[in-house]
């Protein structure tokens, strides 16, 4: 491996590591809203909704970055700014002496916008550099493997940061970290593009009118279809099995804790190549490993589902997204990158709200006089392993050349 290399792991390592630290706020934040504003469960979602809205924009971001340069640069001092304005936010949030609605809205969306924009043009970064080395899935894997070592530090430490230090601190700490992003950059090279060498916007919407694109949008879409997750999961584990809060956090914490293993594995099986086969299996793996969810009974069974369904959902979604990575035409990476990881978010949100709908649906038409009523749960369990096993079609239309 040679010092370039390592000098890039180590940015993608400690970019989104941080992006994932940063989540140390948001516990202090639900007890702002709670307990000091006061709100009610349905305020405190419009407050989120708010403040995550910057998120939805990520391809404009990627768009900036691929075609708007900040004199002959395109990726450091666009990432660097993002940075420094997602530190700045924190810094003031700390400052307020009182919290008020519209100004721990005003600081908390400026933060959102600053890691978006940062992450848009870090997954430039991970596509261009990646692709040219053909480090696609191991960057991958360091992407995924940091986000989840995040949240494993920010569930075990986060809760006792918010028993014990008071919350301009933990504000405070979460400026600071920005600030390592800003010092990475020095890392990475952006070299100046000559006058001759613009990027070519075109090569962009020559692309999304292939099959291609549209192929893995709907791959994306379907592969992320698991409607009997988020919300539809949080209620059968409080009202059908009656686990507890401290038992539903560990489950969060061993998912984690699988996945970040998941993302380890991943980076040994990638080494020597590319993982297109381990996209093709994929959709039959994840609909198999979807169907252990009909084994959710209790606390044993559970804890080995959400292990068992970690590290295989976080192995073959890095499967996926190296082809993601690979696919994302030459000039336009910011752009088509985060184009893709926006329809992953739209899927995601997607599954939770139509899982929910569904359940409410389905459940009074499966309550009948019986001694063994079907379980709405299992019908959801069912219906995204379908979604999922549809993937094998759809991704007929997506292969690289080296497939």
């Known amino acids: ?27 202090p934040v639900n007890y702002i809203l709670k307990d000091h504003l006061r709100l009610t469960p349905g305020g405190a979602s419009g407050f989120y909704g708010w403040i995550t809205l910057p998120l939805l924009f990520k391809p404009v971001y990627g768009y900036i970055s691929d ?28 400052a307020q002496s009182s919290y008020r609605y519209y100004g721990l809205l005003f600081c908390l969306f400026l933060s959102i916008f600053g890691m978006a924009f940062a992450d848009a043009v870090c997954g430039g970064l991970l596509i261009e550099d990646g692709k040219a080395r053909q480090e696609t899935g191991r960057y ?7 986000l989840y070592l995040g949240v494993i530090v920010v569930g075990v430490g986060g809760g006792w940061m918010t028993s014990h230090v008071p919350f301009a601190r933990i504000f405070t700490l979460a ?32 692309f999304m009118r292939t099959k291609r694109f549209w192929g893995l949008g709907a791959t994306i879409i379907l592969w992320h279809f698991y409607p009997f997750l988020g919300t539809v999961q949080f209620y059968y584990q409080t009202n059908v099995l009656h686990l507890s809060p401290q038992w ?17 594995v991943f980076w040994k099986f990638c080494r020597h190549g590319n993982a297109d086969r381990w996209v093709r299996w994929g959709p039959v793996a994840m609909a198999l490993v979807s169907l252990t969810y009909l084994g959710y009974r209790g606390p044993i069974s559970v804890t080995i589902v959400e292990i068992v369904f970690g590290f295989f959902t ?5 499967a996926l997204l190296d082809l993601i990575a690979r696919v994302c035409p030459q000039d336009v990476e910011a752009t088509s990158y985060a184009l893709f990881l926006a329809l992953i978010d739209l899927a995601m949100f997607g599954s939770n ?51």
């Open 1 to 27: 491996m040679t010092q370039s290399v390592r000098r890039y792991y180590t940015f993608f390592w400690v970019n989104y590591f941080v992006q994932s630290l940063v989540g140390i706020v948001y516990e």
């Open 67 to 94: 075609f708007l340069p900040i004199g002959p640069y395109r990726r450091k001092p666009h990432y660097a700014l993002a940075s420094l304005l997602a530190a700045v936010a924190f810094f003031l949030l700390a």
């Open 140 to 146: 991958q894997a360091l992407h995924v493997g940091a």
């Open 175 to 206: 400026g600071f970290l920005p600030l390592a992003m800003i010092a990475a950059v020095s890392l990475i090279s952006d070299r100046p593009r000559a006058t001759a060498d613009r990027p070519n916007a075109g090569a962009l919407w020559q």
């Open 248 to 264: 539903i956090g560990s489950l969060m914490t061993l998912g984690s804790v699988a996945g970040f293993v998941g993302s380890a």
């Open 314 to 318: 976080v192995f073959f979604r890095l």
């Open 353 to 403: 709200t139509v899982g929910g709908k569904l359940y409410d649906w389905v459940q009074p038409l499966t309550a009948v006089q019986s001694a063994s009523p079907i379980n709405p749960y299992v019908i959801l369990i069912l219906i995204g392993s379908v979604c999922t096993l549809a993937c094998r079609w759809t991704l007929r239309f997506c292969r690289t050349a080296s497939t």
